[in-house]
T-cell receptor, first 110, second 113 residues
């Protein structure tokens, strides 16, 4: 079945620095790649997504890039703020199914 | 819309007991997913439904787990008998169609003692 690998598992940065989280997927039929943010004790919520016909997408301080040939995609957060601290999950969507990576715990220190 | 509604929010039960988790998806959403979240394994997809029909249950860990969706507005995940290793947060999510945003419920924190 589909496998999504996510790195790193933890990431600590100083406020104002950039953070990059990387994921790889195995199913070449996957065509939808969302990123979710989960704050402590809360539900995962979508922050940005990208489809296979697009190589990059930006939304303010957040950007996602996709390399379909290499089967990997990345989340970039610029000018990080303490409120960006959370667990971030990538996911890969094939035929209806949405499979998540294992998550990255991001800690932004003031 | 109130979003995806799960009940109960917390469940503590003794080993061997039957546990039933409930989910009401967002009205009009065609897909429903059950996930289990633990520190060790992250978010695992257990089963998902499309138009009330189970499509893929390959993530269901054992025969002790079963899920139903009798209509478009209700789904259950049942564990019988429960074991301590089933302790986790169980999320239900729904989405309006193929490869679109999945909206998560608040989750049910299950503790089996």
């Amino acid at each position: 079945g589909e496998n999504v690998e996510q790195h790193p598992s933890t990431l600590s940065v100083q406020e104002g620095d950039s953070a990059v989280i990387k994921c790889t997927y195995s199913d070449s039929a996957s065509n939808y790649f969302p990123w979710y943010k989960q704050e402590l004790g809360k539900r995962p919520q979508l922050i940005i997504d990208i489809r296979s016909n697009v190589g990059e997408k930006k939304d303010q301080r957040i950007a996602v890039t996709l390399n379909k040939t290499a089967k990997h995609f990345s989340l970039h957060i610029t000018e990080t703020q303490p409120e960006d601290s959370a667990v971030y999950f990538c996911a890969s969507g094939g035929f209806q199914k949405l499979v998540f990576g294992t998550g990255t715990r991001l800690l932004v220190s003031p | 819309d109130a979003g995806v509604i799960q009940s109960p929010r917390h469940e503590v039960t003794e080993m061997g007991q039957e546990v039933t988790l409930r989910c009401k998806p967002i009205s009009g959403h065609n897909s429903l997913f059950w996930y289990r979240q633990t520190m060790m394994r992250g978010l695992e997809l257990l089963i998902y439904f499309n138009n009330n029909v189970p499509i893929d249950d390959s993530g269901m860990p054992e025969d002790r787990f079963s899920a139903k969706m009798p209509n478009a507005s209700f789904s259950t995940l049942k564990i019988q008998p429960s074991e301590p290793r089933d302790s986790a947060v169980y999320f239900c999510a729904s989405s309006p169609g193929l490869n679109t945003e999945a909206f998560f419920g608040q989750g049910t924190r299950l503790t089996v003692v």
